[in-house]
């Protein structure tokens, strides 16, 4: 089975890629800094079964060139899993329109670009994965994550309409992790607002492996969403009726 990942230098990805490589899998990774790609190869081992390619999910052709370079080595996708992402908290007054954009553009419309690259050979054959990881954050509007709760809110929305056109031949899954033990939390958290840390509370942050086991399993399964921890499972199906309390309790 081949696998691509795009952000699969570090973080969700990269974990997700130790799995599909444990389990002997043919594994690529696509990320859009050279020295993190090398880095992340070396920690895969560097095996005949692994490959880097460096594209940025931004630029559509890039990214569609980085995905037929996988598959001229290892065959036609049959797992693709866009971990590619970016944020950056700050009130939506205070952020400028290069940052809001870049969040948009990388998170939405590079897990689109991927999904382009791989879905119609996905539907002539009648099979194929594709798992999109989105956030918690998708699931409710948070105070200075205007720009990142849209993009993944975004994305739960086209995982969706995907998964009405596709039916049941091709699976289209997405995940909706916490706050997970990544590089990319270490930046995030000086920069978190009060009022998004009371909203969100002090629970602890997930380890990476634990949230890569369960976005693999996703896979396994075909589950179409995948969460973590009962509170966000509830704010998932239950989010109109519990999202009123919880906006009152942050304006106290």
Request: with cysteine; proline share 5%; hydrophobic share 45%.
């Amino acid at each position: 089975m081949h696998v691509i990942i795009t952000g699969g230098s570090s973080g969700i990805g990269l974990a997700v890629a130790r799995l599909a490589v444990a389990e002997g899998h043919k594994v690529s990774i696509i990320a859009r800094n050279p020295d993190r790609l090398r880095d992340a190869l070396k920690a895969l081992d560097n095996s005949a079964h692994t490959q880097a390619v460096c594209a940025d999910v931004k630029d559509a052709i890039a990214i569609d060139n980085a995905i037929r370079t996988c598959m001229e080595k290892f065959g036609d996708c049959d797992v693709l899993v866009t971990s590619a992402g970016i944020v950056e908290p700050a009130l939506f007054n205070e952020l400028t329109e290069a940052q809001f954009n870049e969040q948009f553009e990388t998170n939405f419309l590079g897990t689109v670009n991927a999904v382009r690259a791989v879905y119609p050979l996905m539907k002539t054959r009648g099979n194929g994965s594709i798992m999109m990881i989105a956030s918690g954050a998708a699931l409710i509007g948070i105070p200075g994550y205007t720009a990142y709760c849209a993009s993944k809110a975004a994305l739960a929305s086209f995982a969706e309409s995907l998964r009405s056109e596709v039916g049941q031949d091709v699976h289209v899954g997405i995940s909706f992790p916490p706050d997970t033990l990544t590089p990319q939390l270490a930046v995030e958290l000086p920069k978190r607002p009060v009022a998004a840390q009371a909203l969100m509370g002090s629970h602890k942050a997930w380890p990476v492996e634990k949230v890569a086991e369960g976005v693999f399993n996703g896979i396994r399964r075909r589950k179409k969403q995948v969460h973590f921890g009962w509170e966000l499972e509830a704010l998932a199906w239950l989010g109109p009726f519990i999202k009123p309390f919880i906006y009152k309790k942050v304006r106290r």
